[in-house]
């Protein structure tokens, strides 16, 4: 192949411009980039091997090395793992074959830090080294391809790139850093391993620098052998050292790992640039055998509520490493644990289909779950804002004062998709129960549990109230809750789309019911008085003429109107049966286009208002009758089937 110039894909054109400009405050995280691109060519070098050991030709062992050559400016990273053919390094430097990407250039918002944190999460890796190089040659070889089918990419890494075929006798690839007048500072044995401790001690394979000695040069005075020698300064010796830990972190003991040597493996395995929220790391003995490194993140990824999201945790077997993202070892709800998972009983040669069939990872599944709930328990446990321990927290071990408020974070960022659970996981749903967190009438700024709930409901109340609702807003001031605000009976605000549908598979918390304020006659038990039960039935039979009179008008729109006794300001509200779907639910299947059953609410009128009063009687009885349906129905949050006739009909009121 002679050599041809390729233009770089746009949005790589755009990248590439954004990387070199918003990562610039954090450079040296190139190095950290292109060691892990080298080291996952190692891993998927491996894996092809285990079916095909010719790939590894006869350097079986796998291995990075770092090189620089000052005078040439240049720096090199190599790695000798599986390599590229010249059409995957068109494809792959040359294009962003990600989905995510233009939704992440959408998301930049110029502010260099942030911007720099989004890059990491949407791995543009091989780009970041543009950041110190204003020219990039990479040269590879696929493992097992003929040394003539070498090939050598070059770029300035603005608009596009050279390729050309090379003979190339090592497998694998070499990226050779051009360095900018500016970044020669990465030309320094030193600063090498300085970065390589930071971010990749952890990587599993060896990563080599070759070592330096100091020379003496020449005699000062060549005459006089005592006067000494001129500085010689650094000369490279031909040995090479290994210049990190190279042993999977997760291999080690646990007391042999400091707090930020697991961060930062966090950071390298997850993209991301935050330090997780908390960490478990075990060795898991028994039928199956397996370590588990789990964590969980301080904040939610952009990608969170994507369906097709997979999970964060990387299957290796034996310490070898199998695939990404192995959604069968975490269920669907935890999607946000990222980690590891180093399996002793798995075959090597594992697919994602056996992975779905297996019982071992049946088993490390449920592990897994249990874990991650243990966890989420241990941070609730702890988690008291301090407020909630009178401002006296240092009582508590520093281990505790460390976990303050961890879980409020936690179910901030995570709360909505951990509901999911309910319906997804049976199994554990009375832990999950305890683990979730509403907003409530009675509290004004932290989120209250079924367990806090339940411990101070009201002499007589026996079941757990709650309404759901699209806003904060509109839950609080719907009118379904005016009776529970008159007698002060707590109710849970319920504002996530989730929570309706999850709700679902939660009837009762602890022997207790949760009933919807929203759906069926409202039924207050013995927490209404015998003269309010009177007053109400009464009211029901002194109804009966107009209730039928309205039931006619609104036949179209309502599939029953009765008295109520949960309103108190309101004229009016709508209700669903019991068996019936919610009307946020239905809105929200509308809106996504789904089908909704077609059911008809209930209106409930309240015998107390003024309004309600004087509609029997009123010459404008069928305008009334209409007005109080759509005004109910906009008081939750819904939109009249006809505006323009609500309309019409309350300005002819007015006026
Ligand atoms: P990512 O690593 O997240 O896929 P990069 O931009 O870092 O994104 O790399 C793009 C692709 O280029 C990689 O997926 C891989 O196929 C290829 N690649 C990069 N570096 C190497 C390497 N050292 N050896 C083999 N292939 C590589």
Redesign the pocket.
Same mark, same amino acid.
Request: hydrophobic content about 35%; proline content about 0%; glycine content about 20%.
């Given at each position: 192949m002679s050599k041809q110039t390729h233009a770089f894909q746009a949005e790589v054109a755009q990248l590439l411009h954004l990387v070199t400009h918003a990562l610039y405050s954090n450079q040296e995280i190139f190095l950290r980039?292109?060691v =892990?691109? %080298?080291s996952? %060519?190692c891993d @998927?070098l491996r894996f092809e091997a285990l079916n095909n050991t010719a790939l590894y030709e006869d350097a079986p062992d796998l291995q990075v090395r770092l090189s620089f050559d000052k005078a040439a400016k240049t720096l090199t990273i190599t790695?000798n793992?599986? *390599?590229?053919t010249a059409q995957?390094a068109i494809d792959?430097?040359g294009t962003i074959a @990600?989905s995510g990407t233009k939704d992440f250039m959408s998301k930049l918002s110029g502010d260099q830090k942030s911007d720099a944190q989004l890059i990491g999460q949407f *791995?543009? *890796?091989?780009?970041s080294g543009f950041i110190v190089a204003d020219k990039i040659t990479v040269e =590879?070889r696929r493992a097992g391809a003929p040394a003539a089918e070498g090939v050598r990419w070059i770029s300035g890494g603005t608009g596009d790139f050279e390729v050309e075929a090379i003979h190339r006798a090592e497998r *694998?690839?070499s990226?050779i850093l051009h360095l900018r007048e500016d970044a020669l500072d990465y030309a320094n044995t030193w600063k090498l391993k300085e970065i390589v401790g930071k971010y990749s001690d952890h990587i599993s394979l060896p990563i080599l620098m070759e070592k330096e000695e100091w020379k003496d040069g020449d005699l000062i005075d060549p005459s006089n052998e005592e006067a000494g020698r001129q500085p010689g300064g650094m000369v490279k010796t031909g040995e090479w050292d290994t210049i990190n830990q190279a042993s999977a972190l997760w291999t080690r003991a646990k007391k042999d790992i400091t707090d930020e040597q697991y961060a930062d493996f966090y950071k390298q395995i997850s993209r991301d640039f935050e330090a997780p929220l908390t960490w478990t790391h075990n060795r898991v003995e028994g039928s199956t055998e397996y370590t588990q490194l789990l964590y969980i993140p301080s904040k939610a990824p952009q990608d969170l509520w994507n369906r097709d999201k997979k999970a964060g945790i990387k299957l290796y077997v034996k310490r070898v490493f199998i695939m990404d993202d192995a959604e069968a070892l975490m269920p669907s709800y935890l999607r946000f644990v990222k980690g590891v998972v180093d399996s002793a009983d798995l075959p090597l040669n594992v697919s994602r289909e056996l992975l779905q069939e297996s019982r071992d990872v049946k088993a490390i599944r449920e592990g897994n779950t249990r874990r991650v709930l243990s966890m989420l328990e241990d941070l609730a446990k702890h988690d008291k804002s301090p407020e909630a321990t009178d401002g006296v927290t240092d009582v508590l071990s520093e281990e505790d004062k460390a976990k303050l408020g961890q879980y409020t974070q936690f179910y901030a960022e995570f709360g909505a998709v951990l509901k999911e659970g309910l319906g997804e996981d049976f199994g554990n749903k009375d832990r999950l129960a305890k683990l979730l967190r509403f907003a409530s009438t009675t509290s004004d700024t932290a989120l209250v549990s079924l367990a806090d709930y339940k411990a101070r409901m009201k002499e007589g109340q026996d079941a757990m109230y709650y309404i759901t609702a699209d806003t904060l807003a509109a839950a609080e001031n719907s009118p379904q809750l005016e009776v529970f605000k008159k007698k002060g009976i707590e109710v849970l605000l319920m504002t996530d789309r989730v929570d309706e549908w999850a709700l679902n598979f939660l009837h009762d918390f602890d022997g207790t019911p949760l009933q919807s304020v929203a759906k069926g006659a409202v039924d207050l038990g013995k927490l209404q008085d015998e003269a309010e039960k009177k007053a109400t039935e009464e009211a029901a039979e002194n109804f009966k003429p107009l209730l039928a009179k309205l039931k006619e008008a609104l036949k179209d729109k309502a599939e029953d109107v009765r008295v109520t006794s949960r309103l108190v300001d309101s004229p009016a509200c709508l209700v669903v049966t019991d068996d019936g779907m919610s009307m946020q639910l239905a809105r929200m299947l509308k809106q996504a286009g789904q089908q909704a059953p077609e059911s008809k609410p209930v209106l409930e009128v309240n015998p107390e208002h003024a309004l309600v009063k004087k509609l029997d009687g009123s010459v404008h009885f069928h305008d009334l009758a209409h007005i109080l349906f759509d005004q109910a129905l906009l008081a939750e949050g819904g939109l009249p089937a006809d505006p323009a006739a609500y309309v019409k009909r309350v300005n002819a009121l007015l006026s």
């Open positions: 980039e292109l =892990s691109n %080298a996952d %060519a @998927k790695d793992g599986i *390599g590229m995957e792959h430097l @990600k *791995g543009v *890796g091989f780009y =590879s *694998g690839t990226v």
